[in-house]
């Protein structure tokens, strides 16, 4: 099976950082990984599908890539709203969520 | 804009059945260019996939909860719904109805607003 792993598992960044998310499968996944953001009592919001691809209306300052077991979620400049957990699925086999990233303010 | 609303009881008895459904609107759930799926997520802790149903009935279930989920569709409602046999509190969870793309990474790109089912006599 198919295992996910994120890291770090949480993090504290301040307004304008630059902020590296990154998460691994235990086998080759190709570009078969999405991003979701989720928020405190709301269902999680697609960010990027396939890898790097950026779903419709997600700001810019959003970007993913990588291939294969590694990958990464970057945000160039964290504004206010984006404090939240983040997490990484894969679908290359069984859907699998990884365990999220949860992003605070500093 | 498509939407998609949970509905079903909040609380089940431990060992009884769970069961919900999910209404679809703004879209056919007919479309071939999708699955609908369920995922849970416990207070506090990650996200699980259940399971995902195409419009013809085809389904798919994560092996861990294989031998308690049933999935089943309406295309003339427009629903698709979910049960969950002998439920135990570890089955406690926001659960949640989703949209699957069948292609583009296969991702979850509509979800609804989730419902907390309680496991609990």
């Known amino acids: 099976d198919i295992q996910m792993t994120q890291s770090p598992s949480s993090l504290s960044a301040s307004v304008g950082d630059r902020v590296t998310i990154t998460c691994r499968a235990s086998?080759?996944?190709?570009?078969?990984l999405n991003w979701y953001q989720q928020k405190p009592g709301k269902a999680p919001k697609l960010l990027i599908y396939?890898?790097?691809s950026l779903q419709s209306g997600v700001p810019s300052r959003f970007s993913g890539s990588g291939s294969g077991t590694d990958f990464t979620l970057t945000i160039s400049s964290l504004q206010p709203e984006d404090f939240a957990t983040y997490y990484c699925?894969?679908?290359?086999?069984?859907?699998?969520f990884g365990p999220g990233t949860k992003v605070d303010i500093k | 804009q498509l939407q998609l609303q949970e509905s079903g009881p909040g609380l089940v008895k431990p060992s009884e059945t769970l069961s919900l459904t999910c209404t679809v609107s703004?879209?056919?759930?007919?479309?071939?260019?999708?699955?609908w799926g369920w995922i849970r997520q416990p207070p506090g802790k990650g996200l699980e996939w259940i399971g995902s149903i195409y419009y013809s009935g085809s389904t798919s279930y994560n092996p861990s909860l294989k031998s308690r989920v049933t999935m089943s569709v309406d295309t003339s409602k427009n629903q698709f719904s979910l049960k969950l046999s002998s439920v135990t509190a570890a089955d406690t969870a926001v659960y949640y109805c989703?949209?699957?793309?069948?292609?583009?990474?296969?991702?979850?790109?509509?979800w609804g607003q989730g419902t907390l089912v309680t496991v609990s006599s």
């Open positions: 086998q080759s996944i190709s570009s078969y």
């Open positions: 703004g879209g056919s759930i007919s479309s071939s260019s999708y699955h």
């Open positions: 396939a890898a790097y």
């Open positions: 699925q894969q679908s290359y086999s069984t859907p699998l």
């Open positions: 989703a949209r699957r793309l069948q292609a583009s990474g296969g991702a979850f790109d509509f």
